[in-house]
Structure formats: C-alpha cells, structure tokens
Nanobody, 128 residues
Framework: QLQLMESGGGLVQPGGSLRLSCAVS????????IGWFRQAPGKEREGVSCLTTNGRSSGNTNYADSVKGRFTISRDSDKNTVYLQMNNVNPEDTARYYC??????????????????WGQGTQVTVSS
C-alpha cells in the first residue's frame, strides 16, 4: 500500500531553518512527480515546490514565488525520501506541510489537483 510519511516539522524562530522529509513506501514502480504543499488555518492548500523524478525530464523543479530563494526541494532515491529545506523562515510560512506525488507526467506543477496521493502532513510553526 502506498504511503507518504512527512516528518521534521516543529517550532522554529523567524530567520531559522528546518528540513522536512517525506518518506515514500509501498510503490511498485517509480513515481514521476512529487510536490510539497502547505495549508494554513482558514486558507486553501497551496503548492510550495515540486520536482520531476523520472525520465528525461527528471530533476526539474518549481517553487512558489513566496518561497523562491529560501526553500529547496531535493530527493534521495536510495532512501525513497524527498526533502524540503526551509531557510530564512518567517511567520507566513506557518502551516501544515504535505507531500504528494503522481505518475505518468513529465512536468512540474504546483496545482494540488494534479496529484493523486497525499501524506498526512507535518506542522511547521514559525514564531519567536
């Protein structure tokens, strides 16, 4: 059974750093795109970053404007884990962060309806 398990969330001060992990298990074949999303209280879930992982387009990334230059998505295929390195965080980054993946695509996309499988999320709180 496919499972995505996020971890690494917590309380961090403004200007600090945090690394989120998304461990993927239960797949019978590789996926093609994985993304990070976040949802703050009272707001819709929004795309943060994505990474293509298969085929000739592997390694393509995209970021929301609000996190460009601060967040980095990466993957360790040996560990079946994707990371979101969050640097210079601010209170607006406070949200529950989710990873999601999909197959049979070759482009990066930050729209949540473009993903088929989701994790349960990990909470990130930025506060002094």
């Amino acid at each position: 059974q496919l499972q995505l398990m996020e971890s690494g969330g917590g309380l961090v001060q403004p200007g600090g750093s945090l690394r989120l992990s998304c461990a993927v298990s239960g797949l019978t074949s590789d996926y093609d795109r994985i993304g990070w999303f976040r949802q703050a209280p009272g707001k819709e879930r929004e795309g943060v970053s994505c990474l293509t992982t298969n085929g000739r387009s592997s390694g393509n990334t995209n970021y929301a404007d609000s996190v460009k230059g601060r967040f980095t998505i990466s993957r360790d295929s040996d560990k079946n884990t994707v990371y979101l390195q969050m640097n210079n965080v601010n209170p607006e980054d406070t949200a529950r962060y989710y990873c999601a993946l999909t197959k049979f695509v070759s482009w990066c996309d930050l729209r949540r309806d473009q993903y088929t499988d989701w994790g349960q999320g990990t909470q990130v709180t930025v506060s002094s």
